[in-house]
């Protein structure tokens, strides 16, 4: 009795030992994660962009048959629209929405300013069309977006971007299927990459999760097995 619980001990020590390794290894792991995660935080400065509603006041105008265009909008007197401060957020809804917004009052960030333009950003990237316009002196300058607008006739990121151009209004038109929400958001050019790049770390990352839990889950069974 006493040569086969000896014999039993035994046999279970090499398994503690590769479960301890393999719990090691996990935490490892899984601090290597979390820093590549979060290094774009930890290691550099937060941009801080011009947010439509919270920090620029937007006039939002509801389209119920979207048959108007922005000749029509842009005639229309302050109070056909609602002023809000807040992000515009409306739901599951069919109806087209028109959002103005003054000139973004976006101080110069350097010396370099005029050779920093700026851009704005529309999540979330669900939206199905987004046609942003500014008056450019002989009308109104029209560019799009959204889930529905094929890339080569986009800016080529995953999320909807338009140049803007300084000092000029903006009205955009928002379309979509799914929830009708916008986080609008005005950014100087190198801010914009800099948020874009942080971004895109940081959803890569998310994305490798994945595999990286496949492996885990493998590795699981192959030290059971032990």
């Keep these: 009795m006493h040569k086969n619980s000896q014999t039993i001990t035994k046999s279970n020590k090499p398994q503690f030992v590769a479960i301890g390794g393999f ?90 300013a005029p050779a920093d333009p700026l851009w704005l950003e529309v999540l979330p990237t669900y939206l199905d069309l987004i046609t942003v316009y500014q008056p450019d002196g002989s009308g109104w300058r029209a560019q799009r977006s959204g889930d529905t607008v094929v890339m080569h006739e986009r800016v080529q990121v995953r999320q909807a971007v338009f140049p803007l151009r300084a000092g000029a209004p903006l009205v955009l038109r928002v379309q979509s299927l799914s929830s009708m929400q916008v986080y609008g958001t005005v950014w100087r050019s190198s801010e914009l990459m800099a948020h874009l790049a942080s971004s895109e770390w940081s959803s890569g990352m998310h994305l490798g999760i994945s595999l990286v839990l496949a492996l885990l889950i493998a590795g699981a069974a192959l030290v059971l097995r032990m």
């Design 23 to 112: 719990l090691a290894w996990l935490a490892v792991l899984l601090g290597l994660i979390a820093l590549f995660i979060l290094s774009p935080q930890l290691f550099s400065q937060p941009a801080q962009g011009l947010r439509l509603g919270p920090d620029l006041p937007i006039q939002v105008l509801a389209d119920a048959d979207g048959t108007l265009t922005i000749e029509e909008v842009a005639a229309l007197p302050d109070s056909a629209f609602s002023t809000q401060h807040t992000t515009f957020n409306r739901g599951y809804t069919h109806t087209v929405y028109w959002i103005k917004a003054a000139a973004p009052p976006v101080a110069p960030a350097s010396m370099a």
